[in-house]
């Protein structure tokens, strides 16, 4: 069997023009514009990449971006302080901290200090508990993004055996309560699971977010299963520079799944995309308008 490609950047391309549209409709029908704050402390090349890329798209489909560089040794204190001027800011709907902090900086404190309304990463205490308790919420871009392409790629996820591989609060966890939110039977695996070649075998879907380059075998998917890829690892080519790759071994399980999403080119599009989406969305909910579908 060949998998199915799922192919993210189309997905992503798709969801980018839906935000497009709302937002035009939005500046058009009501005068507003969305505006999306992203938060960077210190200068960590991949965090850099990412911010400058968020913004470049946020502009793109037609609404505000605003960035805020601060310096690696910023205190709480300042960060704190920034934040709250940014919950107070009509124009600013979503606001994002890209993490990982600087380690002298507390990020459970600061993410908690973010408005919930305006949490378009979902990572507050509030909109964990309101997606682990099925009520509406800001919910993660990582994994919103793996569910859209799974709802497309399957119609119902009902009854089917999903294994999280992985239970980070920003990927893993939030993922789980997402699949059992479309009634799959979820199992989340970790570094402790025992026999976890076995545990993924059970699995019609399979989400890798582990961090280990190639680390999930073709001999370990069930034959036609779906493999979404959250992983992304740079690794050395025997050639000589450097290549991408993800938590699963891309051609081996390719040979095995249904439907597999690559890397680069699959989950990693969606998240910025859903990030838009999660910005519009808190802008139509503070004023009082229709959410985008
Ligand atoms: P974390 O490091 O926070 O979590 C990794 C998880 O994998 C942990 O729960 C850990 O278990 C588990 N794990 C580690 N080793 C093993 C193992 N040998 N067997 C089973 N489980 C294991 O990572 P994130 O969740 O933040 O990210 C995961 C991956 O996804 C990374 O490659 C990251 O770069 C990528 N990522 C991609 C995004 C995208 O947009 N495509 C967005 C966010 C992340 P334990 O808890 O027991 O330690």
């Known amino acids: 069997m060949t998998a199915t490609v799922i192919d993210g950047k189309a997905f992503a391309a798709d969801v980018r023009a839906k935000v497009a ?4 409709r939005l500046k058009e029908v009501h005068g507003i514009t969305p505006g999306l704050a992203v938060v960077l402390v210190g200068e960590d090349p991949a965090s850099q990449v990412y911010v400058r890329s968020k913004g470049k798209m946020t502009v ?3 609404m505000n971006s605003y960035e805020h560089k601060l310096d690696a040794d910023t205190s709480e204190e300042v960060l704190l302080a920034l934040i709250a001027q940014l919950n107070a800011d009509p124009a600013v709907h979503g606001i994002l901290v890209q993490l990982p902090l600087p380690a002298h900086l507390d990020s459970d404190l600061v993410i908690n200090s973010i408005d919930p309304a305006k949490d ?9 508990g309101l997606l682990g308790t099925g009520q ?12 859209m392409m799974l709802r497309a790629h399957h119609g119902s996820l009902s009854g089917l055996n999903a294994v999280v591989v992985g239970r980070s609060n920003i990927v893993g966890k939030p993922m789980a309560q997402l699949l059992l ?12 699971t025992k026999d976890l070649p076995a545990v993924v075998q059970q699995a019609d879907i399979v989400v890798a977010a582990v961090g280990r380059a190639q680390m999930i075998p073709g001999e370990w998917i069930k034959p036609g299963a779906t493999v979404i ?3 992304i690892n740079r690794i050395d080519k025997p050639e000589g520079g450097t290549r991408l790759v993800g938590d699963a071994d891309y051609d081996s399980c390719a040979a095995v799944a249904g439907a597999i999403t690559p890397v680069p080119g699959g989950v990693g599009p969606m998240t910025i995309a859903c990030l838009l989406a999660n910005t519009v969305t808190a802008c139509s909910r503070a004023n009082g308008l229709k959410e985008p579908e």
């Open 21 to 24: 549209e709302h937002v035009t």
């Open 60 to 62: 793109e489909v037609g």
């Open 120 to 128: 378009v990463d979902g990572f507050h205490i509030s909109n964990v």
């Open 136 to 147: 509406k919420s800001m919910v993660p871009c990582t994994p919103l993004g793996c569910l």
């Open 181 to 192: 939110g479309d009634s799959c039977t979820v199992t989340i695996a970790h570094s402790r």
């Open 229 to 231: 890829d959250v992983g």
